[in-house]
């Protein structure tokens, strides 16, 4: 069985840092690539950022210039720097992996239980 644990969510003030991981462990086979995902009540899950097995990066527009996804997806870790945070960005986070790059966006194979983030003054 797959399971993506997440680590490092918290409360903190506006214009601070956090820094998310995610571990995947079990029975996982060629994974090309991991992410993050972000869920704030009543509103959609979207996807915030994405790492593939080449290293190839992307950060949704609501992170450009704020957020870095780090990691290795062959090691099956994830990181995800979050600077100059708003309260916007208040949601839970969730880990995801997949086999198919382009499927990560979509419909991700294993999914993480989520890592709450405030920010609040």
């Known amino acids: 069985q797959v399971q993506l644990v997440e680590s490092g969510g918290g409360l903190v003030q506006p214009g601070g840092s956090l820094r998310l991981s995610c571990v995947a462990s079990?029975?996982?086979?060629?994974?090309?690539?991991m992410g993050w995902f972000r869920q704030a009540p009543g509103k959609e899950r979207e996807l915030v950022a994405r790492?593939?097995?080449?290293?190839?990066?992307y950060i949704a527009d609501s992170g450009q210039g704020r957020f870095t996804i780090s990691g290795d997806v062959a090691k099956n870790t994830v990181y995800l720097q979050m600077n100059s945070l708003k309260p916007d960005d208040t949601a839970t986070y969730y880990c995801?992996?997949?086999?198919?790059?382009?499927?990560?966006?979509?419909?991700?194979?294993?999914w993480g239980q989520g890592t709450q983030v405030t920010v609040s003054s």
């Open positions: 790492i593939g097995s080449s290293g190839g990066t």
């Open positions: 079990g029975v996982i086979f060629n994974l090309n690539a």
């Open positions: 995801a992996a997949s086999i198919d790059y382009g499927a990560l966006a979509y419909r991700p194979d294993y």
